[in-house]
């Protein structure tokens, strides 16, 4: 097992750190274009998305913007 630590974030705070909302986050996850949900429960519909990767997402959106310029 690996010694690196995740922080996984609700729907709730994936939204505010994105700016997107709820249909626009699912329609681009269900597209590959943005990080997977994973679930939280084996029995519950409770999902987050691992901070470094929306994080990552969010970089990616800067490094493209700042390339058009």
């Known amino acids: 097992m690996s010694d690196r630590h995740f922080s996984i974030l609700r729907l ?9 909302s709820r249909a626009t986050l699912y329609e681009l996850q269900a ?5 997977k949900s994973i679930k939280l429960s084996r ?5 987050g998305w691992v901070e470094a990767e929306v994080t ?3 970089q990616d959106r ?5 390339r058009r310029r």
Request: proline letters at 4%; hydrophobic letters at 35%; a negative charge.
């Open 43 to 47: 029995h519950g519909n409770a999902v």
């Open 31 to 35: 597209a590959g274009e943005f990080p």
């Open 12 to 20: 709730s705070e994936t939204l505010r750190r994105t700016g997107l």
């Open 56 to 58: 990552q997402w969010v």
């Open 62 to 66: 800067i490094s493209e913007r700042d």
